[in-house]
């Protein structure tokens, strides 16, 4: 049972949401450098996805383990555990990438995406019953934070660039953050969030499992793809595409951020007044659009940013609102563990893919895919409850 009870449930939201703020610091100004990473490590764009390819498989068993663990034992002792040492392995993951070693980054990334995995369930989880507990949408919001966190990281990035730092130098001032993050909010997260409910022997067993998490599964799975694909290519996709300057591409990233926090500040008053299936129809579109006027901008850079915008504004909401639908019946570890594998299997066949088609067509002709996958989204959002 949770300590519910004796829980300050205002001090409980704001350590949720700065766990969020600082989850994404680090991460998003080493994603900025990409095409430092790329150079340092002397591979290809399709070698590069193969590289990043390890950080999914990582996550997805990350995903594939911590329900079963919060559902043992809570969120906030796995939250403890995972939080920091998934900051170390990012630090050694930039060593990796200043030794010039892309084996040794792949196999960190495995270990970092196992371990940003058994953060992010539980962050969830968490998010999802202060929902239960609130009665208000409240994940766009701590999503929100989230992306203020890479919008601060993907900032120092272009500056970082701007400077020509190298990758330690960019990430560890973040990093150093990150670290500390869990040790000052520790006290205020509730001891047994997550634990499955335990039944008579003589009663029914509660049935997590039902078909309509698949479409929830299919949504999240497209917005993500378009989502991380922002992540691992949209500043080589400025920088090859439109001939950018390494800071110009980190601006473009930035302003992608931008439109993520604006529509994920403002989300929860979006979807308590059109409803979350068509919060989530009416974003994909933007987001289609935005991508496709990336695609078709490569002679105006401001037009590209705008449309890096708009296309953070279309992802902005998929996430958080598929985990949020998700969490609504019982056993929501089990749920939400579901849905969001669904997410970092986009993270696993994504950069593999994207990079291949890359290599194949071009930077800016591989977006399309992201495109098709955010329509994918749009149809899937039909069977989230309008509530």
């Known amino acids: 049972m949770s300590n519910l009870e004796t829980t300050n449930v205002k001090a409980w939201h704001r350590s949720i949401v700065l766990l969020f703020i600082f989850m994404g610091l680090p991460w998003a100004a080493l994603l900025t450098r990409m095409p430092l990473v790329k150079s340092e490590l002397g591979v290809t764009a399709s070698q590069l996805g193969l590289i990043l390819i390890a950080g999914g498989i990582g996550s997805l068993v990350g995903l594939n383990i911590i329900g079963l663990l919060v559902a043992a034992r809570g969120t906030k002792v796995w939250i403890r555990l995972f939080f920091p040492l998934s900051t170390v392995l990012l630090l050694i993951g930039g060593l990796a990438i200043e030794a010039h070693l892309p084996l040794g980054y792949a196999i960190v990334g495995f270990f970092l995406g196992f371990s940003f995995g058994c953060v992010d369930v539980p962050v969830n989880i968490d998010g999802t019953e202060l929902e239960k507990i609130t009665g208000r949408n409240l994940m766009p919001r701590l999503h929100a934070g989230y992306s203020f966190g890479t919008l601060i990281g993907s900032g120092w990035g272009a500056l970082a660039a701007s400077w020509h730092l190298g990758i330690m130098q960019t990430i560890l001032p973040l990093a150093i953050l990150q670290l500390i993050a869990p040790f000052l909010v520790a006290k205020y997260l509730p001891v047994g969030i997550g634990i499955e409910t335990k039944h008579h022997e003589d009663a029914k067993p509660a049935h997590w499992f039902a078909p309509v998490l698949v479409l929830f599964g299919l949504g999240i799975l ?60 009416l974003l994909a579109g933007i987001g289609v659009l935005g ?93 989230v409850r309008n509530k």
Do not use: C, H
């Open 222 to 281: 497209g917005i993500t793809l378009a989502e991380g694909g922002a992540g691992d290519w949209m500043t080589l996709g400025f920088k090859e595409g439109y001939g950018a300057t390494e800071a110009q591409a980190g601006i473009g990233f930035s302003i992608f951020f931008v439109g993520m926090v604006i529509v994920r500040f403002f989300g929860g008053n979006i979807a308590d007044r059109l409803g979350k299936g068509r919060t989530l129809q």
């Open 291 to 383: 991508i496709l006027l990336v695609i078709f901008s490569s002679t105006n850079l401001v037009l590209g940013w705008v449309g890096a915008g708009l296309w953070g504004a279309g992802v902005a909401l998929g996430f958080p609102l598929f985990i949020s639908a998700a969490g609504e019946g019982e056993n929501s570890a089990r749920r939400v563990s579901f849905v969001a594998s669904w997410g970092y299997g986009a993270f696993l066949a994504g950069p593999p893919i994207l990079g291949l088609v890359a290599d194949a067509i071009g930077m800016l002709n591989m977006f399309y895919v992201m495109a098709g996958f955010m329509v994918v989204a749009l149809f899937a959002s039909a069977a």
